[in-house]
C-alpha cells in the first residue's frame, strides 16, 4: 500500500505563487508517475502536471509556463510550483502516483488552492 500526504495549498492572490508538496511512503515501484491533479466542484477531476521516474514531465495546456512539477526520488516526493496564479486555478488538488502497466494508482487526500481576484 503506498500513502500520499499533501502540503502547501491555501489562499493567495492573483499573480502570487505557491508550493506544493507530496510525500509517498510504503512500497513504491521504483518506475512510476507521479503527479497533480484538480478539481472544482461539479467539474471533473483533470491532470495539471506529472512526471516520470526519469523526469518525463506532462503538463496541462493551461499551466505551461506558470507551473513547474519537480521530484525527489530520493525521498519519494513531488512538488508542483505554481506562478502568476489566476482565480481560474482555484480548486482542491490532489497528488496521484501511478505504476505503468499495472492496476496500482494511489491518490492524495487533496488540498484547497484559493486564487483570489
Known amino acids: 500500500q503506498v500513502q500520499l500526504v499533501e502540503s502547501g495549498g491555501g489562499l493567495v492572490q492573483a499573480g502570487g505563487s505557491l508550493r506544493l508538496s507530496c510525500a509517498a511512503s510504503g512500497s513504491i515501484f521504483s518506475r512510476n508517475v507521479m503527479g497533480w491533479y484538480r478539481q472544482t466542484p461539479g467539474k471533473q477531476r483533470e491532470l495539471v502536471a506529472t512526471?516520470?521516474?526519469?523526469?518525463?514531465?506532462n503538463y496541462a495546456d493551461s499551466v505551461k509556463g506558470r507551473f513547474t512539477i519537480s521530484r525527489d526520488n530520493a525521498k519519494n516526493t513531488v512538488y508542483l510550483q505554481m506562478n502568476s496564479l489566476k482565480p481560474e486555478d482555484t480548486a482542491v488538488y490532489y497528488c496521484?502516483?501511478?505504476?505503468?502497466?499495472?492496476?496500482?494508482?494511489?491518490w492524495g487526500q487533496g488540498t484547497q488552492v484559493t486564487v483570489s481576484s
Open positions: 496521484n502516483l501511478a505504476v505503468p502497466i499495472t492496476p496500482y494508482e494511489y
Open positions: 512526471m516520470t521516474n526519469s523526469a518525463s514531465t
